[in-house]
């Protein structure tokens, strides 16, 4: 069913090398692709748009449309309340494995679906900056990269502010993130937690996971990882890893729908000394007896505050179902080979335009979007959604192609890249 669209960009054609025909190449990438026929489980895979921004809000699988109604119909509209009992109350820890099983490299129990990426990470910098200070007072700083996404960069000195913390900032080059060496310099005996991304959402930047998080440790720090730019995109392996926690998103490449919320993973060693700071009836350890005082349950639920948005969560299980047919494995392959292409593409065809590189050019140190720069961008993004081709714009003059690999093809990625060579020869 999907139909790649190709409309006139032929004027660009010229600026490809001699004797590539990235036409030919997208086509042969596109036939060898095992993950091809996932595309048409995606609503708008058959229509013209180009979708450049599934890693900042997903396709909706169109399965996603008939489990919405049918929860409306049968289960809220037929259960009512009894449906908190029969299944809504475990919801947030039975998807929750899944995605720690099918994504984190989690084993269950440790991972839940909480609040927004900007409530849970608040929760677990907060859990995690006082227990390390009630275990050692010296511990009072916080590592952060300076060029981390706001919300990273606001709670951690809104944190530090309210409980007297300190913040160490971290300076990277914008076009990678925080690497060993860096992180190295910036810990020490002071160090009570690090907040790290896995995938840099500016650069695409791909942080070693398992390095990072034994430099932290060797500090005698904690690390909270932001997977915000790598759940269901980049295999990640928190277990393997050794690390402490981790949130991220549900919205992009685990297409939960606009503001689905987020997951937060803890590590089961530290589920008893860490208390998060939002004491809600659901986090504590008497639910439905409504106790005089708070006690925080055992395990993953005392991460919990209020109500769990369950309308906000059910989405997202489509997602994990195709995840669980491809794996991650093939997943992350063809986001390499994505990536990999528009890198190639973008060689051919706007570097001659004055177009830069702004992500790391080793597949091996990059995630799954590709960032390319030139001072024209905001102008070339507006002129782009106009004619349907949607990739996403940050300062300074950085355009984000973002390549989901369960609903982009190569071809997708050539018409839409081609568009993008246009755009910048008009507003140059
Ligand atoms: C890397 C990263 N961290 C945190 C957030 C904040 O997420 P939310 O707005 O869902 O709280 C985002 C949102 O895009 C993000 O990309």
Known sequence: MSTDPSPDFGSVDRLELPH??????????????????HRDAFVGSDSSLIYFDGNSLGRPPRATAERLARFVTEEWGGRLIRGWDEAWMELPFV??????????????????????TTVLLYKMLRAALDAQT??????????????DFPTDRYLVEGIAAERGARVVWIDVDTTRGVDADLLRAAVGPRTAVVLLSHVSYRSGFLADGAELTAVAHRAGALVLWDLCHSAGSVPVELDAWGAD??????????????GSPAFAYVAARHHAALTQPVQGW?????????????RPAEGMRRFLSGTPPVLAMIAMQDT????????????????????????RVA????????VRLASPRDAAERGGHVTLSHPAMRAVTARLWKGDVIPDYRDPHGLRIGLSPLSTSFSETLTGMRAVAEAVRAES
Do not use: W
Not at 325 to 334: F, L, M
């Open 245 to 258: 926690l981790a949130v991220g998103c549900t919205y992009k490449y685990l297409n939960g729908g606009p």
């Open 282 to 294: 659901m986090g504590a350890a008497d639910v439905f007896s409504m106790g005089p005082q708070y």
């Open 20 to 37: 590539h025909s990235f036409e030919a190449e997208a086509q042969q990438l596109d036939a060898a692709d095992a993950l091809a026929p």
């Open 320 to 343: 994990l179902d195709l995840l669980d047919d491809a794996g991650i494995g093939a997943v992350r392959a063809k986001s390499v080979a994505l990536t990999e292409f528009a890198v």
């Open 347 to 354: 060689d051919g065809i706007l570097s001659p335009l004055g």
């Open 134 to 147: 009630a275990r050692d007072p010296e511990r009072v700083e916080i590592v952060v990269g300076r060029d």
């Open 95 to 116: 998807i929750g494995d899944r995605i720690g099983a099918l994504a984190l490299g989690a084993a269950s129990g440790q991972t839940v679906i909480g609040d927004s």
